[in-house]
């Protein structure tokens, strides 16, 4: 496997969707130095973890590729948000299938990046996955919330108004959030991108991945990227905050101390 052919490939075809018109590249950009953050967040989790051999190789694809059905669901839809289009994970399986993709894995191993980058966004993964697979999900998943943080944090510190596509057209307001969403957090339920409303709600939701993450090599990127304290950092200070503050740094503290 030589992962260059396989950059070249996700950089080529997200290439060929810029069509000289600004606002179109813009978030066509986006997305394809998103894939390529995914990609080494991936590599340093893998290593972190000792991930390794082929199952290495596979859950590097699944970084990787996991955001291949972005490009054509931009260019059909001219937005990001899947309920007002496609899953994008799925119309990333059937991105993969119609490409030509570099020789060096097995018509079985496809079908497990396949599937892969299907489950990357789904709501919740079984936790029942045996094998490579459950690694490459993993891999992918928290690779990819490490760099929703860093993305998303950067946008709402920038003066003016956000880019509405990338904060999935919410409402810009200094304090208030929704309380579904932070009731949703503390009590462990699950909570998705249809509950918000404000911007501060995505800070939120993002803080209750934090209870998610696969690998403990994620949470230290988070923390040594001083992303967990930018996130509270543009929280309203308040005792309910502060609570969830507590009890994510709880938590990360004990899964950055796990040793596997
Ligand atoms: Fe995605």
Known sequence: MSLSDHILMVREFAEGHLVGENR?????RLKLDHSMRVLDNGLAII???????????LATMAALYHDIGRFPQFARYGTFKDAESINHGRMGVLTLRSLDLPDGFTEHEWRLIRAAVGLHNA??????LKGPLSSMVNVARDADKVDIFGVILDHLSQPGTPD?????QLEKHPT??????LDAVMSGGSCDYSMLRYDKDFLILMAGWLFSLAYGTSARLLLDRGL???TFGM??????????KEKVLTHLQAA???RH
């Open 24 to 28: 179109n590249d813009y978030h066509i």
């Open 47 to 57: 290593e972190g973890e000792g991930i390794n051999g082929r199952t290495a190789q």
């Open 123 to 128: 709501k919740t993964v079984n936790p029942g």
């Open 164 to 168: 509405r596509v990338v904060i999935l």
């Open 176 to 181: 208030r959030y929704s309380r579904a969403v």
């Open 228 to 230: 967990v304290e930018r």
């Open 235 to 244: 929280l309203p200070k308040n005792d309910e905050i502060t609570d969830l």
């Open 256 to 258: 950055t101390s796990a």
